[in-house]
């Protein structure tokens, strides 16, 4: 392998648009049936991490429950971590986080109940982080978040109710933020984002807006302002967009700046107290923010925000008129915004848009007719996007798409016939896309895409990511990796481009370089990208190519860049151009809506309370009392809601009519959406006290 460290400086750029839509034949292959036969030996729509290019899942091997597992993408690199519970009960680790290299993730050990863990990988490096909750109730952590390279959580000590927790992975460096709420019922802090260094953060029950630096002194008030619908916190440009309601506009769009007087609402979108936003389908693409709204007149359709209102307008009213095309599952792939939407007439299909009307369009009508195919999943490896659809024939089954009708296609019919595989769990790992999935005959195992390999890969790594360039401009570096898969000799070149935020593909910045690899060998190198200032805020994609430039194009890598601000006499987005990254570049001076489970109210209670939640889609609904001992007391409901707002009561009595002692209680809501095929599923808890 060659191996060398390249610095380069640009002085001046020459520019080439180049389109890549070849669709390669593709096929999947089962990595290991963990349980062998019928059991599932991956647990399903449970979302796993990557942590040092290797899979780590929830898994079930048939005797030791549901634990901790770990893949290379091989079947003997695919084991059990560690059996936390010996025996076949499971820990039913969750909430998979990687921290500085570091996974953590809650489990239930049998002992401690349910707290924050930690592992390396190996079974003598899986432990218990500190047993928060000390009084033998589940201190419940929920919402890890890494930040300032440690983790970040919500948990019950057992005095101070659900609060802001951080850690460095040590006993005694796991420690509690600030007592938001003094005393015994806590500010159940939930939406934890990273804007800029700061972590905000919802809390109150969804009714205030919080900031912190990670110091009990940092952790302050932002705004109190709303009622219990604060959520979808997302980081755009350096500015937090969320959802809200100060009970006079309804739920609309707000923005937040980290102070007060620099949090307020964007635009009131649909006029007067109704909601605009509905649910907060968030997506920040290119530097713009989109969602889903509903102005009262078009429906909900896709919108998009610079964070003023003027600019802050409907993108296209898919389905013409007052109903509703609802998007969702918006996902920024390859310099495009894919998504589901239903323009009346071809059911939920898959869309794309480029930010402007005439470029939100149709990409397929996968299940003909009415029909809904309900894309879910999205997922891309270099300019192929995967994803679960239905097509009405054979079921949910694993597809993909370079974003031409012609390039939407059925990947493999794992199940055959109409019976669904139901692919989820989708991640790139080492550049192979691993997903769970159940062929009909030995259950939910672990499957991995094999494709007809190009001759020559590459792949391009940035060395810190994610990469962030500051408004005077900057450097990242990076390194490429180019292996050789033929029997012959491999000479040609590689290069880079950089896509604008407005789709435009410019460059090469950084070659064409030239480079001989033998048959079956690699090499590697280290490359360093200059940013000037004049580029606006946004983020940019970047892309290494490698085959004979400028032509003949046989593999590209991409990843993305974000610059945070520009000088004040900087272009907009939408109108910054090739000719002006040109320009920048020859002046270079090297230097619900989501799931919402609310608290109960009144919380304590006699003789009844409300329990209030929201869910995005239609979904199947459990919501059951529990004692502290993890006793089922009553299941309130159990089957199918329509999406929504609902609200239930709890008497104080128990499944057979009987009033229930004073004291704490767990209200738990599992949710599953219904008509997805990569179903998401939600599941949270909160206290409530019961007083006679």
Do not use: C
């Amino acid at each position: 392998m060659n191996s060398h460290k390249v610095v380069v400086g640009v002085l001046s750029v020459l520019f080439l648009l180049v389109s890549v839509g070849h669709i390669q034949a593709q096929s999947v292959m089962l990595v290991k049936d963990i349980w062998p036969d019928m059991g599932s030996g991956v647990v399903p729509f449970k979302p796993p991490a990557e942590l040092n290019g290797t899979l780590f899942f929830k898994g079930n091997d048939g005797t030791t429950g549901n634990e901790l597992w770990k893949s290379d993408g091989t079947a003997a690199g695919t084991v059990i971590v560690k059996d936390i519970v010996p025996g076949t009960i499971g820990s039913e680790p969750q909430e998979l986080t990687e921290v500085n290299g570091t996974l953590f993730f809650v489990a239930n050990d049998d002992l401690h109940g349910w707290e924050v863990w930690k592992s390396d990988g190996t079974a003598e490096g899986t432990m218990l982080v500190k047993n928060i909750n000390k009084r033998g109730i589940f201190a419940l952590p929920d919402q890890l978040t890494n930040f300032k390279n440690m983790l970040f959580f919500a948990a019950d000590d057992g005095e101070t109710g659900q609060e802001l927790w951080r850690s460095d992975g040590t006993t005694a460096g796991t420690v509690l933020v600030k007592d938001i709420r003094p005393g015994f019922f806590g500010s159940t802090p939930t939406d934890l984002t990273v804007v800029n260094g700061t972590l905000f953060l919802s809390a109150f029950v969804g009714t205030e807006l919080w900031k912190s630096d990670g110091s009990t002194e940092g952790t302050v008030l932002v705004k109190d302002t709303f009622d219990d619908r604060l959520g979808s916190l997302t980081a755009v440009n350096g500015t937090l967009f969320f959802s809200g309601d100060d009970s006079t506009n309804g739920r609309e769009l707000w923005k937040s700046d980290g102070t007060t007087a620099g949090t307020g609402l964007v635009k009131d979108i649909n006029p007067g107290p109704a909601d605009g936003i509905i649910f907060g389908n968030f997506a920040d693409f290119n530097g713009t923010l989109y969602f889903s709204a509903d102005d009262g007149t078009t429906g909900q359709e896709l919108w998009k925000s610079d964070g003023t209102t003027a600019g802050t307008v409907l993108v296209k009213d898919i389905d013409p008129g007052p109903s509703s095309s609802s998007p969702s599952d918006l996902a920024n792939m390859n310099g495009m915004l894919y998504f589901r939407a239903n323009d009346g007439a071809t059911g939920r299909e898959l869309w794309k848009s480029d930010g402007t009307t005439a470029g939100t369009v149709l990409v397929k009508d996968i299940n003909p007719g009415t029909g809904s195919s309900s894309p879910s999943s999205f997922t891309n490896i270099n300019a192929t996007v995967y994803f679960s659809a239905d097509d009405g024939t054979t079921g949910w089954e694993l597809w993909q798409t370079d974003g031409t009708t012609a390039g939407t296609v059925l990947v493999e019919d794992l199940n055959p016939g109409s019976a669904p595989s139901r692919p989820n769990n989708l991640l790139v790992v080492n550049g192979i896309l691993l997903f769970a999935a159940d062929d009909g005959v030995i259950g939910q195992e672990l499957w991995k895409l094999v494709s007809a390999q190009p001759g020559v890969t590459i792949t391009a790594t940035p060395q810190n990511p994610p990469v962030t360039i500051p408004p005077g401009g900057g450097f990242f570096d990076f390194d490429v990796t180019i292996v050789n898969n033929m029997a012959t000799q491999f000479t040609g070149n590689y290069w880079n481009t950089v896509t604008l935020p407005n789709g435009e593909e410019v460059g090469p910045q950084l070659g064409p370089f030239n480079v001989t690899i033998a048959p079956g060998d690699s090499f590697s190198t280290t490359l360093t990208m200059e940013v000037p200032a004049r580029p606006p805020a946004a983020t940019y994609g970047f892309n290494m190519k490698v085959g004979n430039f400028p032509n003949n194009v046989l593999d590209v890598d991409s990843f993305t860049f974000t610059k945070t601000g520009a000088p004040s006499s900087a272009k907009t987005t939408a109108s910054f151009s090739a000719e002006d990254w040109e320009t920048g570049m020859s002046n270079i001076v090297t230097t619900l809506a989501d799931f919402a489970l609310m608290q109960n109210y009144p919380n304590p209670f006699n003789p009844s309370t409300t329990i209030s939640f929201s869910l995005p889609e239609a979904s199947n609904v459990t919501l059951a009392i529990y004692n502290l001992r993890g006793q089922l007391i009553r299941t309130l409901h159990s089957g199918a809601l329509s999406a929504g707002h609902h609200r239930m009561v709890w008497d104080g009595r128990d499944s057979h009519g009987v009033k229930v002692a004073s004291g704490v209680y767990l209200y738990r809501l599992e949710a599953q959406l219904i008509l997805d095929g990569s179903a998401r599923n939600f599941v949270a808890s909160r206290k409530l006290v019961l007083v006679q």
